[in-house]
């Protein structure tokens, strides 16, 4: 079992900055690709962005491409969210998500751990 705590979230203007974490605790010594994604009321969650277990790849949403930067730390067990530009449009409950294995996917049904999700607003 992995248990994931996102923090970081909050209120910031348009064109501000957000960095979110991500601290995994339990079974953190097997390999575990790693994502972002966001919920914003009444629709559905959404793919952010991605990164491998060694954090060589990465891969990002059209939506957040240039503006977003994922990152992990290995010895911290703990995954970064950057986010940079923000916009209202990103106001939405981001959650990190762990995926047993090496290779990341945008797909929310591939992963098998969660967060409790942490809630950004953006305004205007």
């Known amino acids: 079992q992995v248990q994931l705590v996102e923090s970081g979230g909050g209120l910031v203007q348009a064109g501000g900055s957000l960095r979110l974490s991500c601290a995994a605790s339990?079974?953190?010594?097997?390999?575990?690709?790693m994502g972002w994604f966001r919920q914003a009321p009444g629709k559905e969650r959404e793919f952010v962005a991605a990164?491998?277990?060694?954090?060589?790849?990465?891969y990002y949403a059209d939506s957040v491409k240039g503006r977003f930067t994922i990152s992990r730390d290995n010895a911290r067990n703990t995954v970064y969210l950057q986010m940079n530009s923000l916009k209202p449009e990103d106001t939405a409950v981001y959650y990190c998500?762990?995926?047993?294995?090496?290779?990341?996917?945008?797909?929310?049904?591939?992963?098998?751990?969660w967060g409790q999700g942490t809630q950004v607003t953006v305004s205007s």
């Open positions: 990164i491998d277990s060694s954090g060589g790849r990465t």
């Open positions: 998500a762990a995926r047993y294995g090496s290779g990341w996917s945008t797909s929310r049904l591939l992963y098998d751990y």
């Open positions: 339990g079974r953190t010594s097997s390999s575990y690709a």
